[in-house]
Nanobody, 121 residues
């Protein structure tokens, strides 16, 4: 199994920046394709960003393009989400996900428990 632990969430003002980090442990050889999702109260979980195992391929939701950047450090077993120009609508619980596939896919096998991001006006 792969264990994922998110960190870096918190309360920030609109327009601020925040960096989320996800650390993988266990069978990290299966944490190849990795992604971030988010879920706000009363809303469905939505895709935010994904990155392939070597970082050469990335994808972003239209709502965060130009503002968020996903990156990974395989030596440190972490994947980060740099969030800039935060908006109140970015408020959500952010989840880290991983899958054994090397490239970006549509399904993920492993999930973290989430870290809360709250953006105030």
């Amino acid at each position: 199994q792969v264990h994922l632990v998110e960190s870096g969430g918190g309360l920030v003002q609109a327009g601020a920046s925040l960096r989320l980090s996800c650390k993988a442990s266990g069978r990290t050889a299966e944490a190849n394709n990795m992604a971030w999702f988010r879920q706000a109260p009363g809303k469905e979980r939505e895709f935010v960003a994904a990155i392939s195992w070597r970082g050469s391929q990335t994808e972003y939701a239209d709502s965060v393009k130009g503002r968020f950047a996903i990156s990974r450090d395989n030596g440190a077993r972490t994947v980060d989400l740099q969030m800039s120009s935060l908006k109140t609508e970015d408020t959500a619980n952010y989840y880290c996900a991983a899958d054994p596939r090397l490239g970006i896919g549509s399904t993920y096998k492993y999930w973290g428990q989430g870290t809360q991001v709250t953006v105030s006006s």
